[in-house]
Structure formats: structure tokens, C-alpha cells
């Protein structure tokens, strides 16, 4: 599968963006998809989760604040971002976890600045 990341860009803090994850092949069936972030100088850490049956999970810097999402029908999986600070300036990646295989998307970059 081929994830395609989109949405990224500058915000101030406070502000909200919504990001995208389009998949080249039906999700309904892919058991795990997420969202992945690393800044710089960081390791890549995980930001929220979201099962084949709806259900998500959330890492506790981002809970309250974020939203995934998935459309089923047009193949694609949302990261709603609100009440962003720079402390989530990042690249964010999308996952999809098929059987043992681990696939990425290209990343969109976020940054939260005045």
C-alpha cells in the first residue's frame, strides 16, 4: 500500500489543522493505521492510533486536543489538530500496519509559530 500525507503547513499556536492520509488501496480491512511524528532532533514517536473497528488511542501530549479519523470509502485517514503549540511542531507520518508489514507515508511537515 502507498500513503500519500497531506495538510501540514504553518500555524499559530492555538490554531487547528487538519492532516490526511490517502491510501492507495481500500482500509477497511488494515487492522492498525496511525499517526507517527518526529521532531527535530528526536525519535519518531507515535501520536494516535485507530483500528480497523473505529477504535483509537491516543499519546497523553496530544489527548483532548486531537482526533483520528477514517473514511472507509474514500480511503483515508484524517488527524484533526486543534489547540496546536509548538511543542507539536514535527513531521507527521501516517502507518498502516498489514500482517507483519509496516508501511509509511512521505510525511507533512507541521509547525506552530507567532
Known amino acids: 500500500v502507498q500513503l500519500q500525507a497531506s495538510g501540514g503547513g504553518l500555524v499559530q499556536p492555538g490554531g487547528s489543522l487538519r492532516l490526511s492520509c490517502a491510501a492507495s488501496?481500500?482500509?477497511?480491512?488494515?487492522?492498525?493505521m496511525a499517526w507517527y511524528r518526529q521532531a527535530p532532533g528526536k525519535q519518531r514517536e507515535l501520536v494516535a492510533v485507530i483500528t480497523r473497528g473505529g477504535s483509537t488511542n491516543y499519546a497523553d501530549s496530544v489527548k483532548g486536543r486531537f482526533t483520528i479519523s477514517k473514511d472507509n470509502a474514500k480511503n483515508t485517514v484524517y488527524l484533526q489538530m486543534n489547540s496546536l503549540n509548538p511543542e507539536d511542531t514535527a513531521v507527521y507520518y501516517c502507518n498502516a500496519v498489514i500482517g507483519t508489514q509496516s508501511y509509511w507515508g512521505q510525511g507533512t511537515q507541521v509547525t506552530v509559530s507567532s
Open positions: 488501496r481500500s482500509i477497511s480491512s488494515i487492522n492498525v
